[in-house]
């Protein structure tokens, strides 16, 4: 069973990924804290965010922060003070997955648009045939306010728009701007029903067409565009352990930030478009903890019941400082254990009960306890559960700072969040740094590359 247009075999090794000498583009210790933030999570298109004091320092190396370089306590957005216990605004946390079937395919799985949108619909030809039902909303209650800078064009005419992209590939030269105009302005699903209708009317793989006309960052950008999203994150996953190396800032901003249903797609995705086992690649790829810490995460069984278990939040919180803080050496399978199977939101609550507890936020004893990228796993799944866009925002900044561009990093956010959070991920940016993500991004990158990067991102 295939995408239409990706056969394993068809997809080109995308150019620099990640960029020669720009795997580690991340800051050195002490570079940069955030500011203090003020109010609570914003409705969709606008608002604040919790406050976080601003006595933060950041390091990195391979992608993340350092250890030891991580905001003192209270330094990430979210995060309590010490002895502090902030209420979290807005309820639970991001990315509740609505109950139901799986697609048959890899479509777009629905969480995908939590939050920003009603459920993706099965693109034309994919296996499985049949569109599943619609799923059931959520409480209003037990959905963040995210949106995407993208949403489906009204009065979609696939044919149309395959006409428009024939014509701009047409001939001699190549009309970028006619391209970029169609892509940047059409869901997910919407380039999928673009592809199936190119075939059927020219005969012609649509990719294959443009990976002729288009080279380096743009053409990156654009069959990004055009993947399926599970099968973007699949196929991100493999190129991360393809060949020499490991691109573990890859598998951990994938398989630590995505929900239930999203890894389950993705691994059946995995097997079926590469014919490998994503476990197994894992576990031939990484090692010792971290290796534990993401098998934990591809099994796709995170609690995700919404209701905060206050009483649990102060047993975890007592067990995690006596695993750390509270004793010689560390047990790192308690933190495992509790990172990798509570939801989101008790572990905000967990994080608040061990502020009060330890006199230091979590974050600060993760930095404290552990090291490499196990750290850099853990920080990742607390980060998101106290504040997504803000580990999004925090990640593309680093893509871009510096000398050099990590561009695999930066066309992988913003694809895989320009349809849930991308206005959020803008908000908390802005907060940050005090500049905007359009303005990093035109001051970082040139030509059609910039032009489609801000027509998604928009001003």
Known sequence: MSYPGYPPSGYPAFPGYPPTGQESVYPPAGQYSYPAVPGGYPPAGGGAYPAAPPSAGYSGAAGYPAPGGY??????????????????????????????????????????SYGGGGPAQIPVGYPGGQAPSPMPGLPAAMVQCTQGTIQAATNFDAGRDAEILRKAMKGFGTDEQAIIDVVANRSNDQRQKIKAAFKTMYGKDLIKDLKSELSGNVEELILALFMPSTYYDAWSLRHAMKGAGTQETVLIEILCTRTNQEIREIVKCYKSEFGRDLEQDIKADTSGHFERLLISMCQGNRDENQTVDYQKAQEDAQRLYQAGEGKLGTDE??????????????????????????????????????????????????????????????????????????????????????????VQIKQMFTQMYQKTLATMIASDTSGDYRRLLLAIVGQ
């Open 333 to 422: 399978s308690c933190f495992n254990l509790v990172l990798a199977s509570r939801s989101f939101p008790q572990l905000k609550a967990t994080v608040e009960a061990y502020s009060k507890i330890a006199n230091r936020d979590l974050l600060s004893s993760i930095d404290r306890e552990f090291s490499g990228n196990v750290e850099r796993g853990l920080k990742a799944i607390l980060q998101c559960a106290l504040n997504r866009p803000a580990f999004f925002a925090e990640r593309l900044y680093y893509s871009m700072k510096g000398a050099g561009t990590d561009d695999s990093t930066l066309i992988r956010i913003i694809v895989t969040r320009s349809e849930i959070d991308l």
């Open 71 to 112: 905001p003192a306590p209270g330094g990430y957005p979210g995060v309590p003070q010490t002895g502090g216990m902030p209420s979290y605004p807005g309820g639970p946390g991001f990315g509740v997955p609505p109950a139901g079937p799986g697609f048959g395919g890899y479509p777009q799985p629905p969480a995908q």
